[in-house]
């Protein structure tokens, strides 16, 4: 059984273009994460929800709005797409116990391609 | 902050032992350490935490040292299936905030 999976896998999609990305997890994790990990592999968190509440927004383009519709599903949408938008996205989960944050489970990600 | 990595790459040939650095700016909480392979995702390796908890894989270590805010990964008599970037994530209350990786490169 897959922990986190993403769809889709890849994407390829002209400038200005409007698309999303789909993530769920099946741990039961109460905490979900988008990070962005771009050619020179640096992985940025850009959001992060806690029992489907917006926790972290880091200086991310207002062109990014994420969705929590449960605690299971973190999606990503993404407006007017841009050539630096193009990079791996990668979806996460973990459990938060106490305040303390625990090991994140990683989605496959997905390759953004904007042209 | 983002904590500073060294090396940024390493090469070794298998067997041998390899060291990881991360550095912090700020006082240290918690350390992340992950494992990514090329085209696939992070897979987390451990957790060091303030007090000396750990959590992870047996067959490696790290170390925590608060007063350096400063961790390393151990890799002894390293096999082929070590390669890959390794990450460093510094553990605040509510976010990771990732170094920019070690590229390990294990040879036969």
């Known amino acids: 059984d897959t922990a986190v999976s993403q769809t889709p896998k890849y994407l390829v999609t002209q400038m200005g273009n409007d698309k999303s990305i789909k993530c769920e997890q099946n741990?039961?994790?109460?905490?979900m994460y988008w990070y962005k990990q771009d050619s020179k592999k640096f992985l940025k968190i850009m959001f992060s929800?806690?029992?489907?509440?917006?926790?972290i927004n880091e200086t991310v383009p207002n062109r990014f709005s994420p969705k929590s519709p449960d605690k299971a599903h973190l999606n990503l949408h993404i407006n007017s797409l841009e050539l630096g938008d193009s990079a791996v996205y990668f979806c996460?989960?973990?459990?938060?116990?106490?305040?303390?944050?625990?090991?994140?489970?990683f989605g496959p990600g997905t390759r953004l391609t904007v042209l | 902050q983002q904590p500073v990595q060294s090396p940024q790459a390493v090469i070794l040939r298998e067997g041998e032992d390899a060291v990881i650095n991360c550095s912090s700016s700020?006082?240290?909480?918690?350390v992340h350490w992950y494992r990514q392979k090329h085209g696939e995702a992070p897979v987390f390796l451990m957790i060091?935490?303030?007090?000396?908890e750990q959590k992870g894989h047996d067959k490696i270590s790290a170390s925590f040292n608060e007063k350096k805010q400063q961790s390393s990964l151990y890799l002894t008599a390293s096999q082929l299936s070590y390669s890959g970037t390794y990450f460093c994530?510094?553990?605040?209350?509510?976010?990771?905030?990732f170094g920019k990786g070690t590229k390990l490169t294990v040879n036969p």
């Open positions: 741990l039961g994790h109460d905490t």
């Open positions: 700020k006082a240290l909480y918690s």
């Open positions: 996460a989960s973990s459990q938060v116990v106490s305040g303390s944050y625990n090991e994140q489970f």
């Open positions: 994530g510094l553990g605040g209350s509510e976010k990771l905030v």
């Open positions: 060091l935490l303030k007090g000396g």
């Open positions: 929800y806690n029992n489907k509440e917006l926790i």
